[in-house]
């Protein structure tokens, strides 16, 4: 018996349904679950520098998401397609503490709310939520 031989039997190699269950981190998954249960590093500061720039892409746990420093300096993370029709908010801007969608105009704070539907009535936007 050679020596990798040996250590193969001695610490065992992964069947292939246990690599999946430790390798897959979307959503809904077993490890990915776990993973968002702990604070994860998802962009350097200096992406999002100051109130108001650009937002970011970010990819996290297999996710799109976009990060963006609202005009009062408070910094949010949220999936890069708008609730709405799927747009990109990366393209989105970010003006009046919320990034604005560039589509049809929703906008959403940090907290993942949207707080302005520029065509549809205020009780309607209360219930939109990231
Ligand atoms: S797709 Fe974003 S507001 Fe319509």
Same mark, same amino acid.
């Given at each position: #018996?050679?020596?990798? @031989?040996?250590?193969?039997?001695?610490?065992?190699?992964?069947?292939?349904? =246990?690599?999946?269950?430790? &390798?897959?981190? !979307?959503?809904? &998954?077993? #490890? !990915?679950?776990?993973?968002?249960?702990?604070?994860?590093?998802?962009?350097?500061?200096?992406?999002?520098?100051?109130?108001?720039?650009?937002?970011?892409?970010?990819?996290?746990?297999?996710?799109?998401?976009?990060?963006?420093?609202? &005009?009062?300096?408070?910094? !949010?993370? #949220?999936?890069?397609?708008?609730? @709405?029709? !799927?747009?990109?908010?990366?393209?989105?801007?970010?003006? =009046?503490?919320?990034?604005?969608?560039?589509? @049809?105009?929703?906008?959403? =704070?940090?907290?993942?709310?949207?707080? =302005? #539907?520029?065509?549809?009535?205020?009780?309607?936007?209360?219930?939109?939520?990231?």
């Amino acid at each position: #018996m050679s020596r990798a @031989h040996a250590e193969v039997r001695r610490y065992g190699v992964l069947k292939a349904e =246990d690599n999946e269950i430790l &390798t897959r981190v !979307g959503p809904g &998954t077993l #490890m !990915g679950e776990l993973l968002r249960r702990y604070w994860t590093p998802a962009c350097l500061s200096e992406e999002i520098p100051a109130p108001g720039s650009p937002p970011a892409r970010v990819r996290l746990l297999g996710e799109k998401l976009v990060a963006f420093r609202d &005009t009062a300096g408070r910094v !949010g993370l #949220m999936q890069e397609n708008c609730p @709405h029709r !799927g747009a990109s908010l990366y393209y989105g801007r970010n003006e =009046d503490a919320a990034l604005r969608c560039v589509y @049809h105009g929703w906008a959403y =704070d940090t907290e993942g709310r949207c707080v =302005d #539907m520029p065509s549809e009535p205020a009780p309607f936007c209360e219930k939109v939520r990231m």
